[in-house]
């Protein structure tokens, strides 16, 4: 099988050639990219060579694109681009990775945190952060992705999972849609449940913004 490096001129050459293209100026191509006219000249002349193809009819600096070249041009901006695209579709998951978990500071303390390196390890894939409010309503801002709160589970926009009983209240879990996530609350049970809840008996639940 014929692979990439070898059916396509170099990567960096298509890449100058793409700039050249869009500018139809040797100059300007260069500027964008720190490299002399001459530079441009020569990576768009090696396309042309290993291509076989003529892409610009040339005028000085200034490049006319053929229909062939307009051709080519417009596949090597959609590819690059795409790329481009996924890289930073990637990179913003990657930064979004994190997980806010919200709770009054009396349960933080004395229930969360000294579960948190288990919940860590369950949830490994994720950067876990823990805030302390005094208020549900703070619950609710934007960068909280799980809340724990006592009540019966009764939040329109949230599904509501089990986590354990107090006297005469429960304690629910609250996110905000996060589709792994989603999936592992589902499963709160026989995985977060059974791992963090105090009592086994006590089955743990977790609340997802609709």
């Known amino acids: ?7 396509l001129p170099p990567m960096n050459a298509l890449v100058v050639f793409e700039a050249a293209a869009r500018h139809c100026n040797l100059t300007a191509a260069g500027a964008e990219l720190c490299i002399a006219a001459s530079a441009v000249s020569r990576h768009v002349a090696t396309v042309e060579r290993e291509t076989g193809l003529i892409l610009f009819i040339r005028n000085g ?10 051709r080519l ?19 913003q998951r990657d930064v979004n990775r994190t997980l806010t978990i919200a709770c009054s500071h009396d349960l933080a303390q004395n229930w969360l945190m000294p579960r948190f390196r288990e919940l860590a390890e369950l949830l490994n894939d994720w950067k876990l952060r823990v ?26 926009g949230f599904t509501a999972v089990h986590l354990f009983a107090e006297v ?18 589902s499963r ?10 105090p009592d086994p008996d006590e089955v743990s639940s977790a609340e997802t913004r609709q």
């Open 1 to 7: 099988m014929v692979t990439l490096r070898r059916s």
């Open 61 to 70: 600096n200034r490049l006319e694109l053929t229909p062939t070249g307009q």
């Open 73 to 91: 041009a417009d596949a090597v901006g959609a590819g690059l681009g795409h790329v481009r695209d996924v890289l930073a579709s990637l990179k």
């Open 131 to 156: 805030i302390t409010a005094a208020s549900y309503e703070d619950f609710d801002a934007d960068d909280i992705d799980l809340s724990i709160r006592f009540g019966d589970g009764n939040w329109p």
């Open 168 to 185: 005469q209240r429960r304690a629910l879990v609250c996110g905000r849609g996060i589709p792994d996530l989603c999936a592992r609350a």
């Open 188 to 197: 709160a049970p026989s995985g977060i449940a059974e791992r963090i809840a």
